[in-house]
């Protein structure tokens, strides 16, 4: 048992059941977690929109907060231990070498991977984000058009809150067999400064093309 939990509900200057209340709400929090990684390994959604559904499905919306995002990868990297530690390695390079494809053909705008295939943990079912860094909004787009590639273009929240544009495409995965979402979000030149800022962790949140070649050679499947 947590050693500061305990004195904090024994102390006599606490509030009656501050214990008990802190401890559900850990429990509600771990079985949102719980539940929101399988939803993110096996449905491929985001954290906040896997969360928000656990949280409904369980019942448990107005129970207390929901999970932060550490506490949800931990959960993810919890499942992908225990279910999917024999394909998971294998899909996690095959993300990765497409990643390392698209980056390069779009080297020009300075590419940097993030997301569950930086991070690694993703599957077969995560899509691929990439950020891209450019003097010219328009300019991976008109990239995207003279290669002949279809997108999608739509507004997205970006790393630092703001809205940015999204370019998705489909890309073909003959390693795994199936279409993968490849998601570039574009960001002004200058956003670069703010874009390898620590995380909670400590870890970078995102690497370029040289960064990914270094982990998936220190990183055997």
Same mark, same amino acid.
């Given at each position: ?5 305990a ?8 509030p009656?059941?501050?214990?008990g209340?802190n ?9 949102i ?6 939803m ?5 959604l ?5 969360? &928000? ?5 369980? #019942? /448990?919306?107005g =129970? +207390?907060g929901?999970?932060? *995002?550490?506490?949800?990868?931990a959960?993810v990297?919890?499942y992908?231990?225990?279910f999917?530690?024999?394909t998971?390695?294998q899909e ?8 390392l ?6 080297? &020009? ?5 993030? #997301? /569950?295939?930086? =991070? +690694?943990t993703?599957?077969? *079912? ?11 909004s ?11 590639v ?14 940015v544009?999204?370019?998705s495409?489909h ?14 979000m ?10 390898l ?9 995102r690497?370029d ?8 050679e220190?990183?055997?499947?």
């Open positions: 048992m947590n050693m500061h939990r004195s904090l509900a024994t102390h006599p200057g606490a009656a059941g501050t214990g209340h401890a559900r709400m850990e429990s509600y929090q771990a079985e977690a719980a539940a929101a990684a399988r993110i390994v096996e449905e491929g985001d954290y906040g929109a896997a969360k &928000r559904r656990a949280a409904k499905q369980l #019942g /448990a919306g =129970r +207390g929901l999970p932060d *995002n550490d506490q949800v990868e959960a990297e919890e992908i231990a225990l999917c530690a024999d998971q390695p996690l390079r095959a993300l990765r070498e497409l990643a494809e698209w980056m390069q053909r779009l080297a &020009r705008f300075q590419p940097y991977l993030g #997301g /569950a295939v930086w =991070r +690694g993703a599957t077969r *079912n995560s899509d691929i984000y990439l950020q891209l860094f450019c003097e010219d328009k300019a991976a787009e008109i990239a995207l058009i003279d290669m002949g279809r997108f999608e273009a739509r507004s997205v929240p970006g790393f630092q809150g703001t809205l544009d999204a370019l495409v890309v073909r995965s003959e390693t795994l067999g199936q279409n993968m979402g490849v998601h570039l574009v960001y002004d030149l200058d956003d670069i400064r703010g874009a800022h620590p995380d909670s962790r400590g870890r970078s949140p690497g093309a040289a960064a990914l070649q270094r982990l998936m220190n990183t055997s499947p």
